[in-house]
Nanobody, 126 residues
Framework: QVQLVESGGGLVQAGGSLRLSCAAS????????MGWFRQAPGKEREFVAA????????AYADSVKGRFTVSRDNAKNSLYLQMNSLKPEDTAVYYC???????????????????WGQGTQVTVSS
């Protein structure tokens, strides 16, 4: 089992940056693929980024390519999302997720993940 806790959200002006963190408990973290998703009010949860167990593979939504970077530190059981050049449309609750049996892949759908954090709010003002 994996427990996930996100942090680092907040209010930022357009063009600014934030770094989200996701702390994981449990041995499964280092062998799990990890992902970031977001959900804006009235919208479905959408894929943002994913990273494989050894960081060799990453995937990004087209809307964040070139602005967001996903990384992980298996020694610290931590996942990160560096968000630069933020836009008002990036405003959402951001969730991290773990896919414990798909470590070598980068799942891009919610159904591909087994465990979820509680989310952290990111608000970008114009």
């Amino acid at each position: 089992q994996v427990q996930l806790v996100e942090s680092g959200g907040g209010l930022v002006q357009a063009g600014g940056s934030l770094r989200l963190s996701c702390a994981a408990s449990g041995r499964a973290f280092s062998t799990a693929a990890m992902g970031w998703f977001r959900q804006a009010p009235g919208k479905e949860r959408e894929f943002v980024a994913a990273i494989s167990r050894g960081s060799g593979n990453t995937a990004y939504a087209d809307s964040v390519k070139g602005r967001f970077t996903v990384s992980r530190d298996n020694a610290k059981n931590s996942l990160y999302l560096q968000m630069n050049s933020l836009k008002p449309e990036d405003t959402a609750v951001y969730y991290c997720a773990a896919a414990v049996y798909k470590g070598w892949t980068t799942p891009q759908t919610t159904s591909g993940y087994d465990y979820w954090g509680q989310g952290t709010q990111v608000t970008v003002s114009s």
